[in-house]
């Protein structure tokens, strides 16, 4: 089957999460619905049918960029599933309508799962982070707000240092911000009183999907005594781990890890660049959703009550 062309702003959109220029899971999401909004403004399709197709073809070539973030998928369903009407303005129309209603849950979201977090965190703590995280930097920005003053350490995570983006953010807030490489993480966990981390995925048994080095942490946190905070929206809930699927692990370039110039020192070694790993729900202690806080052990419940038990197909699969 030979897909209809997308967009130059869908192929955009599509190389930038590939390559990470856009990254991180809720901006992964806004980007993509975001794209798809842009494929449906634009497109010349002369029938129903062919915009129809076009807009499939747009959001198959926007899930395949990243397999481990479920907020990507899930965004495209949203978008997808508002698709409705008999004529190319009908649908275009509504296309247009769902990016902006959806784009807009996803700032309440991020906001109100904020305040929910906040509430976590007492006057004078430090945080530990890992990555960069909007969902997690969101509770941070409204304990600030509320009066609280809040200091850092963060991981720089290695291989990309995702944790600079955490620290400029953190720092353009005037929090006092620590920058420690990820294996100085133990030492520092007796100085933080919470670990806060996102996640890119939260399966049905509670386990938390984020950048790789979270589980670690988490366990080290666990030994210290650090309580370990998720803030994770809903949209990061993996529906189809309900009916036992796994998350896929995307494994990345190695020369992330280890660039050519670099390789020939090092020698024929095999290097393998996983960009996320597991975290059990035994060393998590709230996964807070906008929808409030949650054991990771209940989390399956509100998996049932959002989704059902129902797995109905992909809406873009159809050609
Ligand atoms: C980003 C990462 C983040 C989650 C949550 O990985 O693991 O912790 O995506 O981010 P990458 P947010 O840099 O490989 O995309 O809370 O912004 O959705």
Known sequence: MNDPDVTPSVATAADDIAEMEIRGAATIADAAAAAIGEQAQAS???????FRAEIRAAARRLHETR???????????YVLRGMKGDTVEELRESIVSTVVEFRRELDQAQDNLGQIGANRLRDGDTIMTHCHSTDALSCVHRALDDGKEISAIVKETRPRKQGHITARQLRDWDVPVTLIVDNAARRYLDDADHVLVGADSIAADGSVINKVGTSGLAVNARERGVPIMVAAQTLKLHPGTMTGHTVEIEMRDPREI??????????????????????????????????????????????????????????WDEP
Request: glycine fraction near 6%; aromatic fraction near 6%; charge should be negative.
């Open 67 to 77: 397999p481990t973030a479920v907020s990507l998928p899930n965004a495209l369903r």
């Open 44 to 50: 010349e399709a002369d029938s129903p049918e062919e």
């Open 258 to 315: 280890l660039p050519d110039d670099e390789r020939s020192k090092v020698g024929n070694v095999r290097v393998e660049n996983p960009a996320f790993d597991v975290t059990p729900p035994r060393y998590v202690d709230a996964i807070v959703t906008e929808r409030g806080q949650f054991p990771p052990e209940s989390i399956v419940t509100l998996m049932r009550e959002m989704f059902g038990e129902q797995q109905n197909g992909e809406p």
